[in-house]
């Protein structure tokens, strides 16, 4: 079995997708947040709607490096350690949907806040349902199966929207039929109402085509590797024809994503197949950019930074959810959380908008400390 080798292109890219989910997490205000960094409002593309399914391509990056070391072990090894690996992190994206397990009314009086109310699906769950399923069948099959199958969900998804969908609103809210599985799986107090109506972006249905994207970053973290370790071994060093290959590779699947959106829109909602390809192609294009500008330039007094993130991403993405729950949880006034009152006191003083900026970069910067921290004691969380 080969040793384990880390690449430090890979790690740096998990870590600015993880840097930049922060920001877009934690605005100041969400009244007041600059265009970029919010999604879509239905139909269509923002730079934050490349954040979510990046995570998702940084999670088959990461199972090119784990799944090779498992190849002598038995089956049913393999399959409890994935099993295990999913069921906690979805358990991880439970929990931090349910806390702080109570509820508060107007007048800040703590209410409980059952079980049969809280959100079961959501991102951590999606990642976690992601990962097994693409683990699994990286595992038992080879990749080109696997790849086929990823196909067949990405066309099976179009398919199953168009012909089970409402007619004329198959690709809406509330006209599509996953949204119709979610209410008659869980009912409406188990989904996100973010929307203004019970209806999850996370759903059942639109993970299977999300599977996608963990297996195109598994491909493409496999490829990089395999590549380093030829031409190290025939003594060529680096080529660009790492580059070149993924750089055509995501440019292909940018020419099917916009062909492909012209009768099957690019929505990060619904996740649409011609998203999962858009995206899948956007990352391969900024992986090659990063190889470029670290392998190739050897410009890397700035990676440290990002590989902080990088190295403790689920535990730095806890952190950042949970402690924002805490501050809109505590407040100063009945009407005003603490994390308002820390936007409007400090931060909105140098603009609505720019405030709200600088309450994200902050904010991300202040988790970024806290990685920085468990990185110097040495403390990586892994599940």
Known sequence: M???????????????????????????????TYA?????????????DLVFPSFLFAVGNAMSFVLPRWEQQSNAYVVGKILKRTALIFLLGYLMYWFPFFKQDRNLN??????????ILGVLQRIALCYGAAALMIHFFKISTATILGIVLLIGYW?????????????????????????WLMGEKHLYHGEGIAFDPEGWLSTLPAIGNVIAGFIAGKFIQEKARLNDT?????????????MVAGFICLVIAYFWDLSFPINKKLWTSTFV???VGLDCIIISVII???????????????????????????LSEVLATVLWTIHTDPKTSLYQWLFKNIFSHVGAYSGSFLFAVAYMLLCWSVGYWMDKKKIYVRV
């Open 2 to 32: 080969q040793p384990a080798v880390r690449f430090t292109a890979l790690d740096v890219f998990r870590g600015m997708t993880i840097c930049f989910m922060i920001i877009v997490n934690t605005p100041g205000s969400g009244a007041t």
């Open 36 to 48: 970029p960094l919010m999604h879509a409002s239905w139909h269509g593309f923002t730079p934050t």
């Open 110 to 119: 703590i209410l409980p806040f059952p079980i049969s109310e809280t959100r």
């Open 159 to 183: 398919l199953v929207l168009l012909i089970f969908g409402e007619a004329g609103k198959e690709f809406t809210m509330t006209g599509n039929i996953g949204q119709k599985i979610d209410l």
């Open 234 to 246: 025939v003594g060529q060093g680096k080529t660009y024809e790492t580059l070149t290959r993924l």
């Open 277 to 279: 390809l858009y995206t």
């Open 292 to 318: 470029y500008v670290i392998d190739f330039l050897h410009k890397t007094n700035w990676t440290n930074f990002f590989e902080i993130f990088g190295k403790n991403p689920l535990a730095i993405y806890l």
